[in-house]
């Protein structure tokens, strides 16, 4: 499995993008943003920034929780991969994981990342719009 994490700004096109990433021959299909993903980030850089406090308590060093971490990221993508049927390639999106992305390659070295940028001014008329409806 070759995963694909696709981001950017809200209204960036980030859907679009997956969508089309998604058409392509032996991609899963486009499903909701990987929520949980980011869940396991936010922890691994919780959990790093207080290792000297409480996290050494439980793990033997930052690279012991960065592979937990990993191993963890690692699961749950196993996991969605198999439950789409083993796609050649996983392509998920969550625009709020785009902050993470640094330390998402830190977990997941064999990732590709794809961020839509987006005319700020465009990026403000479609959100406008998209609160209106």
Known sequence: ???????GFLRSGT???????CSG??????????????GVVETYLRSLSL?????KD???SPEDLRQFCSDQAGEFLERTWRRLGKPE??????????????PL?????KARFVVCLRDPRDAVASAVTAQRR
Do not use: N, W
Not at 89 to 102: A, E
């Open 25 to 38: 021959k032996g991609t899963g299909p486009m499903i909701g943003e990987c929520v949980f993903l980011r």
């Open 58 to 60: 439980y793990f033997d």
């Open 89 to 102: 390639f996983l392509v998920l999106k969550h625009p709020q994981l785009t902050r993470y992305f640094p």
């Open 1 to 7: 499995m070759q995963l694909i994490l696709v981001g």
């Open 105 to 109: 390659h830190a977990l997941l070295p």
């Open 51 to 55: 290792f000297e406090d409480h996290t």
């Open 15 to 21: 859907t679009l993008v997956q969508s089309l990433l």
